[in-house]
């Protein structure tokens, strides 16, 4: 006869109460023998086991809050996180252009934060590390140099005018020559439409109402709520990359977005060696993205060459120049509904142009259209799409990571200059803090771009006239190295490799929609605006049950 002894399963907390008192155990030894990351002044936790995590995950939007932190304990702090992690969040100019201009010399990316990227879009240009990365980013660069993208400003223009044509034939059906549109669904389809066209020579058709498996995807993941399991399943799988495997809503709709756009451009791949193979429409496939991707797969490629794999993950492109862009476009809608005498402000700034469109060299000057340049500086000041990046310098642990959260690796300690010195809890002013393997490291990028100890007491403010002004060299702002002083576009050797692409199309679309269009909130300028959680974050008008911006749009007078 024998006898099989069963306990019991280990309730919860008594689980996460055992990994704490590991993770402790394991981060004290690890003390001892390696560096240890400067000691810095931070907020309290709330929780031994789980820190301020919690808080971070249920707040949708830091930025305030770090800000506050960061005007208390100064531009360098540290955050409790869990099992006795924690993060240093930096805001100092002369510490961020050194924790960006380092990210190839000295910050890698985790291993578990490339398996999410991997599982979820393949081995792209984002997911890529050192001579990959290089290789990647320099076979991508031509598609996106000033001469290929002043030729592809006219489809921006085509997809504007697609849109206008449906807009009027809504508005000649209204009585009074108005009527209340949806825009950010509108900006989603001609984003992709546009995207589709200029980087893979393929028309979605979304504008005129085509669905595809992408456009599925993407209307699915921008309508998904995360919730609190989701939320915490992501939080712990910072420690637990097998979490990712879990069959969650969010998860499944991410692996049905990588499947999607692995069907569509395999697709587009097909097609265009078809057109390639016939000498048809060589001149457009080959300065698109997905012409020069098929240039790099080939093996006379040299050094440029890419996998078939490779050249298939790119399809993140297409990802984050739909999201971005659209996200942008519903951002500078809102804010010009809520200022209309900076709308009209705008209008007369493209009036001379009348029934033409300006040239991409005129959409691109400082001079030619100051206020339209001035606008969009401004919008993606304020509402960055990407609002973190965070490094985890560890080999061990790894972050929660979307579109909005990046998280890499150092591969050795690393010593950030501060610009504003702080004090640490024992009081001592420090100009430097030490970084060591296993410290994570934030630049939260949409505090710094808002920061009223960086752009002045009327930061949070949406005021073009910002740049047409001497004001910005007199601020501390001027000491960032980002994209004129915003980190909108990430910056240093990762910078974002569309960010002229994005900025053309961005003018060319919205210069259409302002010359022909008033923009009105139904219910007055007051109308609140909050965050919805999806892919990027996305604007939605409060009581909306998703991401919805509608406005009463009517004919320019």
Request: charged share 25%; aromatic share 10%; net charge neutral.
């Amino acid at each position: 006869m024998s006898s099989t002894y069963y306990f019991g399963p280990i309730p919860g907390v008594a689980a996460l109460l055992l990994l704490w008192l590991c993770t402790k155990l394991i981060l004290y030894v690890w003390r001892k023998s390696h560096t240890v990351t400067t000691e810095l002044l931070g907020p309290p936790s709330t929780s031994h086991i789980l820190g301020l995590t919690r808080e971070i995950i249920e707040t949708k939007d830091m930025s305030t809050t770090y800000e506050e932190w960061a005007t208390r304990y100064g531009p360098a702090f540290q955050v409790p996180l869990m099992f006795g992690r924690k993060k240093v969040v930096i805001t100092d100019p002369k510490a961020l252009v050194h924790f960006y201009n380092s990210e190839r010399a000295i910050y890698t990316r985790p291993e578990n934060d490339r398996i999410f990227l991997g599982k979820t879009f393949g081995r792209n240009v984002i997911w890529a590390e050192g001579d990959m990365h290089k290789r990647q980013r320099k076979a991508l660069t031509p598609a996106f140099s000033n001469a290929a993208i002043r030729r592809l400003t006219a489809v921006f223009f085509d997809s504007a005018y697609k849109l206008k044509a449906f807009w009027d034939a809504t508005l000649e059906s209204s009585p009074d020559n108005s009527a209340v549109i949806e825009v950010e669904e509108w900006m989603n389809r001609v984003a992709l439409d546009s995207i589709g066209i200029a980087g893979f020579s393929h028309d979605f058709r979304y504008l005129e109402g085509q669905q595809s498996a992408v456009t599925a995807a993407f209307e699915a993941m921008s309508m998904s709520d995360q919730g609190m399991v989701t939320a915490a399943i992501f939080a712990l799988s910072i420690y637990f990359p097998f979490l990712f495997n879990m069959p969650t809503q969010r998860l499944r709709t991410f692996r049905e977005l990588r499947r999607s756009l692995y069907v569509i451009a395999e697709k587009l791949l097909s097609n265009t060696r078809r057109e390639k193979e016939g000498g048809m429409g060589e001149e457009f496939t080959d300065k698109s993205v997905i012409g020069l991707l098929l240039k790099a797969e080939l093996r006379d490629a040299g050094e440029l060459y890419m996998t078939q794999e490779e050249v298939v993950a790119q399809n993140l492109l297409l990802v984050a120049g739909y999201e971005t862009t659209s996200v942008s476009l519903t951002w500078a809608l809102i804010e010009l509904a809520k200022h209309p005498e900076k709308q009209d402000k705008l209008r007369k700034d493209l009036a001379r142009f009348g029934g033409t469109d300006p040239t991409w060299d005129q959409l691109v000057s400082l001079t030619e259209l100051p206020y339209l340049d001035a606008t969009v500086q401004e919008v993606l000041r304020l509402h960055p799409p990407v609002t973190e990046t965070l490094r985890v310098v560890s080999q061990f642990a790894t972050q929660c990571i979307s579109l909005q959260l990046t998280c890499t690796q150092a591969s050795r300690d690393d010593v950030i200059p501060l610009g504003t010195p702080v004090l640490t809890p024992s009081g001592e002013t420090i100009s430097h803090i030490t970084i060591a393997k296993g410290t994570s490291v934030m630049s939260p990028l949409r505090c710094v771009n808002r920061s009223e100890a960086l752009w002045g007491p009327d930061a949070k403010e949406f005021r073009p006239e910002r740049w047409l002004d001497d004001q910005i060299n007199q601020l501390p702002a001027k000491d960032l190295q980002g994209h004129r002083h915003i980190l909108s576009f990430h910056d240093g050797p990762r910078t974002c490799l569309g960010k002229s692409f994005a900025l053309a199309e961005f003018k060319a679309v919205l210069s259409v929609l302002i010359r022909n269009y008033v923009f009105e909130f139904p219910d007055g300028p007051n109308t609140e605006i909050e965050t919805h959680v999806a892919l990027v974050p996305r604007p939605k008008v409060v009581g909306q049950n998703s991401a919805k911006v509608p406005l009463r749009v009517r004919r320019v007078d």
